[in-house]
């Protein structure tokens, strides 16, 4: 018996597209036949090292495969993992020599998944076989966010991503993705100049972006920010041949002053209050405070352990407030009425120390205008937090080091130490999940919930808001150490004070 099966042109089969090769065959194909991938991340390399690559496989050929697919519906091959730059030369040494060996490339087939794959491929390869310039990886970063956004039914976060590209094998934190997308969504306008961008030299950038960009909220005026940035960064480039975040920040910002309206200030920050005024607001404030709210920190548990109470030093105080290893608990039951008698003299011990320290700590915020931002809360360390103060209506004060510093130059330090302090720092970057964290019970105003929900908004308020305090506790330090500084009284009232609720604490659980 035979089968007719027909004249091609007559049966409809398609001879043009060649039939599939299975996963993991080598082959040898013509570097005709093999396209190069059109999203490469590697956007710029080194002269040097590509001639020095070309004059190799002159001498030597070919030594490594290349990994192909093919795209469904295509009779084309192209790079899966790499191999750019090897088909690169060898395609350049076949037109310029017409030797045969430089035309044909050894090529191991892949089975074709889908882009994400593709692109996540070639991306660990470009990694392993020589560092990236920070430009390129934010381009082939953003690149694989758009195409995992457009198979996502809601906008990703940072985290969100963060997650995604660890299920791809690429490691990389949600704060360097922010650094990322924010160059690649606006520093492009650099040109050529992209080439020098570092995460240092980036940083100084957003940071001034988020600054001025809630500068213009305040000013009414955010629909013209983006314009205004892209085209003064444009400005400077068509000005300047070698790039200089610094000059560049300062020729932004001068141009901002120059075009919006800075000066219509209409509820302008005051000036610090002397330590007297503080006092008097800090009672008046006090006077309006609900009992219930002040006597709330009875039902906090004490946090991290500090150790040995007894030989307690400040310095070592300090200290521990920078340990990641300082988990705080969330509420408690309150005591019960079956209590044993002698176990309340220490639980009202308990409330005189937190009202005291409830007190200098609203009296060190309004010396540095930041007494909007205390808020009692029973879930907190020390029975308190401290909110996000109001960006927008902030008028940023030229040579400010942050946004919060226009209200006070020791507003930041000051904002940063408390968050510290209070043990909010650690809940904010809690990724665990913990259902008892305190944040998740705050009103959906709460700029300080917003920021745990949307990392987004919290480089947002930290980097143009807060700033980077590197130097926190050396700054922190010196306020306790210099004799006739202002804030020294108040660090040792609160030192003494924290120390006292400790021991408490530590009595309670025994």
């Not at 087939?109 to 430009?135: D, G, K, P």
């Not at 030989?311 to 309150?334: I, R």
């Not at 401290?386 to 209506?393: D, G, K, T, V």
């Not at 968050?419 to 009103?443: C, H, M, R």
Request: aromatic share 10%; charged share 25%.
């Amino acid at each position: 018996m035979s089968l007719n099966l027909g004249v091609p042109n007559k049966s409809g089969m398609d001879l043009s597209v060649k039939q599939v090769a299975l996963p993991g065959t080598f082959m040898t194909l013509s570097v005709e036949e093999i396209d190069f991938f059109e999203h490469n991340p590697r956007k710029h390399q080194d002269a040097e090292s590509l001639n020095s690559l070309k004059e190799s496989v002159r001498a030597a050929g070919i030594q490594q495969p290349v990994h192909v697919t093919q795209r469904p519906g295509s009779n084309r091959y192209v790079l899966s993992q790499g191999g750019n730059s090897r088909l690169k030369v060898l395609k350049e040494l076949f037109a310029e020599t017409g030797e045969p060996r430089f035309g044909r490339m050894p090529c191991i087939y892949q089975e074709y998944s889908n882009e994400t794959n593709l692109q996540v491929a070639h991306l660990i390869e470009n990694e392993q076989r020589a560092e990236m310039c920070f430009w390129d990886k934010a381009c082939a970063y953003g690149e694989l966010r758009d195409i995992m956004q457009q198979e996502a039914d809601h906008r990703l976060s940072l985290r969100e991503l963060e997650i995604l590209f660890q299920d791809y094998g690429l490691s990389i934190s949600h704060k360097t993705l922010g650094l990322f997308f924010f160059a690649e969504e606006n520093l492009s306008v650099l040109g050529q100049m992209a080439v020098d961008l570092s995460t240092s030299k980036t940083e100084v950038l957003r940071k001034l972006h988020g600054t001025l960009s809630a500068e213009s909220k305040r000013l009414q005026q955010q629909e013209l920010f983006d314009d205004f940035w892209l085209s003064s960064v444009e400005n400077w480039v068509s000005n300047h041949t070698v790039f200089d975040a610094v000059e560049l920040a300062d020729f932004i910002d001068g141009q901002f002053r120059e075009i919006f309206d800075t000066t219509d200030d209409t509820d302008p920050p005051q000036p610090a209050p002397s330590a007297k005024q503080a006092v008097s607001a800090d009672s008046a404030s006090q006077k309006e405070e609900p009992a219930a709210e002040v006597d709330s920190c009875l039902q906090s548990r004490q946090g991290q352990e500090l150790p040995e109470s007894a030989q307690y030093q400040e310095q070592d105080f300090l200290q521990s407030l920078d340990e990641p290893s300082g988990t705080v608990h969330g509420v408690a039951n309150p005591p019960h009425e079956t209590e044993d008698a002698e176990q309340q003299p220490a639980t009202f011990a308990k409330t005189d120390i937190c009202k005291k320290l409830h007190s200098v700590i609203r009296k060190w915020l309004s010396m540095v205008n930041l007494h909007n931002c205390f808020r009692s809360h029973p879930g907190f360390k020390y029975g308190f937090y401290i909110e996000y103060p109001s960006f927008e209506s902030i008028t940023r004060k030229p040579g400010a080091y942050c946004l919060i510093d226009s209200l006070h130059n020791d507003a930041g330090n000051v904002f940063a130490y408390l968050s510290k302090f209070s043990g909010q720092e650690a809940w904010v970057y809690d990724d665990t999940g913990n259902p008892g964290n305190p944040i998740l019970t705050l009103g959906d105003a709460s700029k300080l919930k917003i920021a745990y929900q949307d990392p987004d908004k919290l480089d947002e308020f930290n980097i143009g808001g807060i700033g980077d305090r590197s130097n926190l506790l050396v700054k922190v330090f010196d306020w306790q150490t210099e004799k006739d500084h202002p804030y020294q009284p108040l660090i040792e009232e609160i030192i003494s004070l924290t120390k006292q609720f400790n021991v408490l604490g530590e009595d309670d659980e025994r």
